[in-house]
């Protein structure tokens, strides 16, 4: 986790208008960030930061005041331990995320197509491993009873650290690219 300062999603046009070199930065997979994003941000997925922020063909400049925003928080407070590592001194963390710059009614852009969060694509292959392993525990071999026991104790892994392996897993997926 990091230790940037958050800031409101009311606060952050304002903040983008009276900073020369602001950005809005999206860490979301590229199939959230193409579902709808906050107008104006630019997408740099999560996985992707070490190649692409501090790297790559055009890194993003070090004097740079970053407003990093995901789905709900708790990407874009990784991102910003990465930055903050890196040496970048202005950071804030969008509070709530693009759900809470939705609900706040600020400007969006909506893609053609519909994508499932991250988030939701955990609880639907965590439900369907859970499922898939009691099923099969009940009526071809005990065993498979651990399965479950596996999702759940990975769940509660990732409810106490904030970090969810499936999730990770899941957003370098083919689509999610």
Known sequence: MSQAPTISPANVPALLESTPNAILLDVRTP?????????????????????????????????????????????????????????????????????????????????????????????IGAGSLVLIGVILGVFVNPVFLALPAFVGAGLIFAGITDWCGMGLFLARAPWNR
């Not at 995901?70 to 202005?90: D, I, Q, T, W």
Request: contains cysteine; charged residues 15%.
């Open 31 to 123: 199939a959230e960030f193409g579902g709808i994003h906050a107008s104006g941000a630019r997408n740099i997925p999560l996985d992707s930061i070490q190649t692409t922020a501090f790297a790559g063909s055009s890194p993003l400049p070090k004097d740079a005041t970053l407003c990093i925003l995901c789905e709900k928080g708790g990407r874009a407070m990784v991102a910003a331990g990465h930055f903050l590592a890196a040496g970048y001194p202005s950071i804030h963390v969008v509070e709530g995320g693009t759900q809470a710059w939705v609900a706040a009614g600020l400007p969006v852009v909506k893609g053609k197509k519909n994508s499932i969060s991250i988030e939701r694509q955990v609880r």
